[in-house]
């Protein structure tokens, strides 16, 4: 933003908002806004923009997308007892984790495994789901023995 830009506010359009409170997150700022015109309290974040790379399975390069990843996580998550938050806190966790590598192109199973530590950690079920499609399993002995693991 230019000095002097302010953030709208999403619900009347106008640009006379305030922050209330600011508090840093992994690899964000969260801020309470507030809204002089029509009063309302809403929350904004800012990100660090990522700068690397994804090195796919058949050797593409595409630049990383937290989107992404926040979907293939959603679904393992799906109709468990897991916020939204906590699912911020995997993917910041993750992000932080990448900002450390020494290096711009990351493959996706580099990302897959950080995931995976962050599910295992969260829910043993959402940690399973990721797993049986990030692994691709073949054969329901495969999936028992990643599941005789988790039990020990």
Do not use: W
Not at 23 to 34: E, F, K, L, V
Not at 68 to 97: F, Y
Not at 98 to 117: E, F, S
């Amino acid at each position: 933003m230019k000095k002097g830009d302010r953030m709208r506010c999403p619900y009347c359009l106008t640009k006379d908002t305030r922050v209330l409170d600011s508090r840093p997150s992994d690899g964000s700022i969260r801020r309470r806004r507030s809204c002089s015109s029509c009063t309302k309290r809403f929350t904004t974040y800012e990100r660090i923009e990522n700068t690397f790379s994804v090195i796919k399975k058949d050797g593409k390069i595409e630049l990383f997308d937290r989107q992404k990843m926040l979907n293939g996580i959603l679904k393992a998550c799906e109709k468990r007892p897991v916020t939204i938050e906590q699912v911020d806190n995997v993917l910041d966790q993750v992000e932080a984790e990448l900002r450390q590598k020494h290096t711009t192109k990351i493959p996706t199973k580099v990302i897959g495994n950080l995931v995976i530590d962050q599910l295992k950690k969260l829910d043993g079920v959402a940690y399973m789901r990721f797993m049986s499609v990030y692994r691709s399993f073949k054969s329901p002995a495969q999936f028992a023995k990643e599941v005789e693991k988790l039990r020990k």
